[in-house]
């Protein structure tokens, strides 16, 4: 049986929006689309500075309640190999309540070890499931998304 999940996804360029919709469509679960609550749009060089700095922000979007979910899957786009700041800035605001995670990052290049770390050492536990996919996958649509939605 599948558990109630809850996707929370962040998205600068629109990479990690179109994994979340399509996994949500195949799963029929809630969805929370994180924004910065004090600016539209980050320059990819400041968003890799402000991972580096494991900074967090205000945030908007998070309208589900975390702890009514026995699994969340975060989506979230590596910046300097570790979690876009929405991203981190949520799971510092709601580790309390997150039971179970599984994590899908979305890159260039590379960066699922330095992500699952990242999530790690904020949730205090490892992901149930995690995946890596490259812009190019998500663009040309080849991408498997099977083993979060069993």
Same mark, same amino acid.
């Not at 996994?23 to 029929?28: S, V």
């Not at 979910?69 to 979230?76: A, C, K, L, N, P």
């Not at 663009?139 to 069993?150: D, I, P, R, S, W």
């Given at each position: %049986?599948?558990?109630?999940?809850? /996707?929370?996804? =962040?998205?600068? +360029? @629109? ?5 979340? #919709?399509?996994? #949500? ?5 809630? %969805?929370?689309?994180?924004? =910065? ?7 990819? &060089?400041?968003?890799? /500075?402000?991972?580096? $700095?494991? +900074? ?5 979007? @998070?309208? !589900?309640?975390?702890?009514? =979910? @026995? $699994? ?7 910046? @300097? ?6 991203? $981190?800035? =949520?799971?510092?605001? !709601?580790?309390?309540?997150? #039971? ?8 260039g290049g590379g960066g699922l070890s330095g992500t699952i770390k990242d999530a790690a050492a904020i949730l205090g536990k490892e992901p149930s499931?995690?995946? #890596?996919? $490259?812009? +190019?996958?998500?663009?040309? &649509? !080849? ?8």
């Amino acid at each position: %049986m599948i558990e109630k999940t809850l /996707i929370v996804y =962040y998205s600068r +360029s @629109g990479i990690s929006e179109k994994v979340a #919709q399509t996994l #949500q469509a195949q799963l029929g679960c809630d %969805m929370d689309k994180l924004e =910065y609550a004090e600016k539209k749009h980050i320059s990819f &060089g400041a968003a890799v /500075i402000e991972a580096l $700095r494991k +900074s967090t922000a205000p945030i908007t979007g @998070g309208t !589900h309640k975390p702890e009514n =979910y @026995g $699994r969340i899957i975060f989506i979230t786009p590596v910046w @300097g190999s570790g979690l876009a700041t929405p991203i $981190r800035s =949520y799971m510092t605001e !709601h580790k309390t309540a997150v #039971q179970s995670y599984a994590l899908i990052v979305t890159c260039g290049g590379g960066g699922l070890s330095g992500t699952i770390k990242d999530a790690a050492a904020i949730l205090g536990k490892e992901p149930s499931a995690s995946e #890596q996919f $490259r812009s +190019s996958q998500v663009n040309e &649509g !080849h991408y498997g998304l099977e083993q979060f939605v069993q």
